[in-house]
């Protein structure tokens, strides 16, 4: 299956830590990934990690995977105003895994 | 610069009317994919190619149709087939295989009028 499930909504004050959750269905992923989107702008990558991976840090980005339970995070430290945007996560399928399948995106607020 | 381009950022097409959204990328990139994004939908796969001359139906395609004649080119004709075009149109390209992200163009988002 293709399912990837995120929360639609997460508010936080600026400073504190945001985390951010998704859960996918297909074991057979081998890449997993985390998009930021601006209002009316298309997708950046933030970061991926490899499903061989439990956890990658990218400066105030973490990422964990729980491979088990087929969850995925993202934990943003000291939040900004800035990082107030639609948070994807992605997993890549498909024969010579050329599928990328998203999540419903969940819209992070940061309160000043 | 090496990136995807869409264009145009804003369009508005009559009811019954055929549109094309334009994809162009400079990376060399063989696989290409068309979204569609509505509120709280995420991202839906509408068509992808792997491969020049060649394209899969997503998982909507149906009032949709692409063309792949050149590497660099994927336009999304919709058609007035599809009965609810309003929505936010994205663009992406990756290499093929298991490594690597899709990069993402700008969106085009539609408007029926």
């Known amino acids: 299956g293709e399912d990837v499930e995120q929360s639609l909504f997460l508010s936080v004050r600026e400073g504190d830590s945001s985390v951010i959750n998704c859960t996918y269905t297909d074991s057979s992923s081998t890449y997993l990934y985390w998009y930021k989107q601006e209002p009316g702008a298309g997708l950046q990558l933030l970061t991926y990690i490899f499903s061989n991976m439990d956890m990658k840090q990218d400066q105030r980005l973490t990422v964990l995977l729980n491979k088990k339970d087929k969850h995925l995070s993202l934990r943003i430290a000291d939040t900004q105003t800035g990082d107030s945007a639609i948070y994807f996560c992605?997993?890549?399928?498909?024969?010579?895994?050329?599928?990328?399948?998203f999540g419903s995106g969940t819209k992070l607020n940061v309160k000043p | 610069d090496g990136g995807i381009t869409q264009s145009p950022k804003y369009l508005f097409r009559k009811e019954g009317q055929n549109v094309t959204l334009s994809c162009e990328q400079n990376?060399?990139?063989?696989?290409m994919y068309w979204y569609r994004q509505d509120p709280g939908q995420g991202l839906r796969l509408i068509y992808y190619s792997q491969i020049v001359n060649d394209f899969q139906k997503g998982d909507i395609a149906e009032g949709y149709s692409v063309s792949r004649e050149k590497k660099e080119s994927f336009p999304l004709t919709v058609t007035s087939a599809q009965k609810n075009p309003t929505a936010f149109y994205l663009c992406?390209?990756?290499?093929?295989?298991?490594?690597?992200?899709?990069?993402f163009g700008q969106g085009t988002r539609l408007t029926v009028v």
């Open positions: 992406a390209s990756s290499i093929t295989g298991q490594a690597g992200e899709a990069f």
């Open positions: 990376l060399n990139h063989d696989a």
């Open positions: 992605a997993e890549r399928l498909g024969y010579n895994f050329n599928k990328f399948y």
